[in-house]
């Protein structure tokens, strides 16, 4: 092979090899809904005293965990609100109150079995007007809960 | 004679009184140990349903106390340490003409206990709502029962206020 070819020849074989090598899958975004619809992610923008995070979760488990931890820092009397496109929640900073929102009647009873399941007391309220359901989860006495601090 | 039916009525009011005092034992023994405690009491109306059913799949046992008025029915909540909160956001609703309904877990046959932090502490799921001034206690075998309790009692309620 001539000499002023071979660069040119070995950056494109270097280049081929180097995209080859990316083990980075790219779905379609069908396939990223069904995947999302099936699978357990959720992704959550939340603020806490007024400072917002965005997080992604994935897996019940992991989900169950983020909600632990949010609920230690409302009995540690942090201002929690938790927002998916369809549920926003928040707590009453002065009282162990945690309320969430949401018109989709499963994510409802899904709150608010999950917070029965914690000890609180739980009303679901629903709006005929707006078809919106409220559940409002009434923790036990600060002085019972377990004083979590988070680092 | 007459001597002779005198004792004959003394003999079958003794035998009536004594067989409605085994009927009523007999009663007692398949209710529930809620239902023991409040039947007694006028101010409530309290049944005991065994194997009430659920859906399709779902059968459990449930006693049901029904207070007679508006006036009572917070009395009783605070009764069994319902919190004052919720009774507030039951008013609320009330007013709003919203429908409202409140869950949480007792300790077993104890609606006025609140369950403590021990995981083998029998529960059991309590109900209620100011649409019909019933609290509902269901002897609940397992949290995954309680939860389709609660949905299925949950949406019964919306759909039929």
Known sequence: ?151 | MKKNVTILFIFIAILSLVFSVIVMRLHLSSVSDVYRRYAGDEKLAVAFVKDYRIGDSITVDVTTITVKDSASWEVFLRSINVNELTIELQRDAKKKGNISVSTAYRVKNHPEILPSRKTDEQLDLILFSYQDYTVFIFDVESKKQAHLIANYKRKDYINKF
């Not at chain 1, 040119?8 to 080859?20: D, N, P, R, T, Y």
């Not at chain 1, 099936?38 to 979760?57: K, L």
């Not at chain 1, 949010?70 to 929690?80: E, P, S, W």
């Not at chain 1, 079995?113 to 007007?129: A, F, H, L, S």
């Open chain 1, 1 to 151: 092979m001539k000499s002023k070819f071979k660069p040119i020849v070995m950056l494109a074989a270097f280049c081929f090899v180097a995209i080859s090598c990316q083990k980075e899958t790219v779905v379609d975004t069908d396939t990223a809904f069904h995947l999302q619809q099936n699978a357990f992610v959720r992704c959550i923008n939340y603020n806490i005293d007024d400072v917002s995070f965005n997080v992604t979760i994935f897996g019940e488990h992991n989900w169950q965990l983020f909600l632990d931890e949010m609920i230690a820092l409302t009995q540690n009397g942090h201002k929690v609100t938790i927002r998916r496109s369809d549920v926003s929640a928040s707590n009453d900073k002065s009282r162990n109150v945690v309320v969430f929102e949401t018109t989709n009647e499963t994510e409802a009873h899904k709150w608010c079995n999950e917070m029965i399941d914690k000890g609180y007391e739980v009303t679901m309220t629903y709006d005929p007007r707006t078809g919106k359901y409220t559940c409002t989860a009434i923790g036990p006495d600060r002085t019972d809960s377990q004083s979590d601090t988070i680092s």
